[in-house]
């Protein structure tokens, strides 16, 4: 329940090829993200030695743009995912029902 304790609640996604899958998380703030590509490739620069194998400005402000039907997906969700409620996910529940049995 981020978006009730922060102010500015954005999900990613990103093709892991060791998973070979797309995997999503969120990020979470009291203040919206707003650096463009070019800010975020600044900024890496002054903070990281040497070149960054995968990951620049237009690579983060890629993962951050869901399609439109993921997007009206995530607006109109309404369910808490838990460990003991949790859906569409392979095995989900497992560590939940075995530590309740």
Same mark, same amino acid.
């Given at each position: 329940?981020?978006?009730?304790?922060?102010?500015?609640?954005?999900?990613?996604?990103?093709?892991?090829?060791?998973?070979?899958?797309?995997?999503?998380?969120?990020?979470?703030?009291?203040?919206? $993200?707003?650096?463009?590509? *070019? *800010?975020?490739?600044?900024?890496?620069?002054?903070? @990281?030695?040497?070149? %960054?194998?995968? #990951?620049?400005?237009?690579? $983060?402000?890629?993962?951050?743009? #869901?399609?439109?039907?993921?997007?009206?997906? #995530?607006? %109109? *969700? =309404?369910?808490?995912?838990? *460990?003991?409620?949790?859906? $569409? @996910?392979?095995?989900?529940? =497992?560590?939940?029902?075995? %530590?309740?049995?």
């Amino acid at each position: 329940m981020l978006f009730l304790s922060c102010a500015d609640v954005v999900p990613y996604s990103a093709h892991i090829p060791s998973y070979a899958d797309i995997w999503g998380w969120v990020m979470a703030s009291d203040s919206p $993200f707003v650096l463009n590509a *070019e *800010e975020l490739d600044l900024r890496m620069k002054q903070r @990281i030695k040497g070149e %960054n194998r995968y #990951l620049d400005g237009k690579t $983060f402000t890629s993962s951050s743009t #869901l399609s439109k039907a993921v997007r009206k997906s #995530l607006d %109109n *969700e =309404t369910h808490v995912y838990t *460990e003991g409620t949790a859906r $569409f @996910i392979y095995g989900h529940g =497992t560590a939940y029902k075995h %530590n309740h049995a």
